[in-house]
């Protein structure tokens, strides 16, 4: 166990629909960011919250959105989703800059 | 903009082998970290071994270590001894002063019994 919790683990839905990823950080740890892992691809950045604000953005869809609320837990939400929105949404928590993240396990997001 | 390069899409190895994977980036930051990254089959990101940019000497953890080139902007890294569970997909990733971590294409390694 990484220490940082994603929820649901699979999530099978319609196009057209919106659904809603969570993450809660590592305890301690003020970072959120998602990241998209298509099949057999890289990881692209999405979305990097600290300490509730969002600090940078990637190549996230106008589709899609985050926040972080005040106990630090994220939450993602992707609409109007399309079967190429299908992918493995990562979350990660970083303490500090000079570390590397510690990934949750992923959702596995598949649209139908 | 920041890249990592990965060159070897896939690699194989002989158990008990050592194998060395390629990443070169491209920054004109001075100050940074860089880092490798394991997915096995489970899809889960580990974090195998990191490097600061300011510091010459190489990372090494364990059976795995770094070659960090910093001029020719090439950070490899070598696994020692491999074994079976070291099969997975290994990222390359660069992280810059603004917070945000950039990661290779990645290489897909196979371990041969």
């Known amino acids: 166990d990484s220490g940082v919790t994603q929820t649901p683990k699979h999530l099978i839905t319609a196009t057209g629909q919106r659904v809603t990823l969570r993450c809660s950080p590592r305890s301690g740890d003020l970072s959120v960011y998602w990241y998209q892992q298509s099949l057999d691809q890289g990881l692209q950045f999405l979305i990097q919250?600290?300490?509730?604000?969002?600090?940078a953005k990637g190549n996230i869809l106008e589709r899609f959105s985050a926040q972080q609320f005040p106990d630090l837990h994220s939450e993602l939400n992707l609409s109007s989703l399309e079967l190429g929105d299908s992918a493995l949404y990562f979350c990660a928590s970083s303490e500090h800059h000079n570390y590397g993240y510690t990934f949750g396990s992923g959702t596995r997001l598949t649209v139908v | 903009a920041q890249t990592v390069t990965q060159s070897q899409p896939e690699m194989s190895v002989q158990e008990a082998e050592t194998v060395t994977l390629s990443c070169t980036y491209d920054?004109?930051?001075?100050?940074?970290?860089l880092f490798w990254y394991k997915q096995p089959p489970s899809r889960q990101m580990i974090l195998v071994i990191r490097q600061e940019a300011y510091k010459q000497q190489n990372a090494t953890e364990n059976r795995f270590s770094v070659n960090f080139q910093k001029a020719a902007k090439s950070f490899s890294l070598k696994i020692s001894d491999s074994q079976l569970g070291d099969a997975a997909m290994y990222f390359c990733?660069?992280?810059?002063?603004?917070?945000?971590?950039?990661f290779g294409k990645g290489t897909r390694l196979h371990i041969l019994p």
């Open positions: 920054t004109s930051e001075s100050d940074y970290y």
């Open positions: 990733a660069y992280r810059s002063k603004d917070d945000k971590i950039i």
């Open positions: 919250y600290y300490n509730g604000e969002e600090r």
